[in-house]
Nanobody, 127 residues
Framework: QVQLVESGGGLAQPGGSLRLSCAAS????????IGWFRRAPGKEREGVAY????????YYRDSVKGRFTISRDNTKNTVYLQMNSLKAEDTANYYC????????????????????WGQGTQVTVSS
């Protein structure tokens, strides 16, 4: 059974850090492009970060550049999203998604590009 499971969410103070994990079961992540998305209450889902399977190229939405880092550990079949300098506006439910061979150039692929999704992990940034 193909499954993605996110973890690592929680409550953080402004300026703090969290590291989200996206663990795969039923398939190996190393041949998949991975995206992180988030949805805040009352807002549309938005892409946050992307990492390509073939060469590790990454893309980020402008509001998180320099603060968030996406990475993968193929030995653990897991992708991470390190989030630093968190802001209240980062509060959202965060999801990871996987797709094979998107061949993305130049920016975040849309949510419709992805085949598999996790259930999400809540991130709340508040003092």
């Amino acid at each position: 059974q193909v499954q993605l499971v996110e973890s690592g969410g929680g409550l953080a103070q402004p300026g703090g850090s969290l590291r989200l994990s996206c663990a795969a079961s039923g398939f190996t992540l190393d041949s998949y492009d991975i995206g992180w998305f988030r949805r805040a209450p009352g807002k549309e889902r938005e892409g946050v970060a992307y990492i390509r399977s073939t060469n590790g190229v990454t893309y980020y939405r402008d509001s998180v550049k320099g603060r968030f880092t996406i990475s993968r550990d193929n030995t653990k079949n897991t992708v991470y999203l390190q989030m630093n300098s968190l802001k209240a506006e980062d509060t959202a439910n965060y999801y990871c998604a996987a797709a094979k061979g998107l061949g993305v150039r130049g920016g975040l692929p849309p949510a419709s590009s992805y085949d598999y999704w996790g259930q999400g992990t809540q991130v709340t940034v508040s003092s």
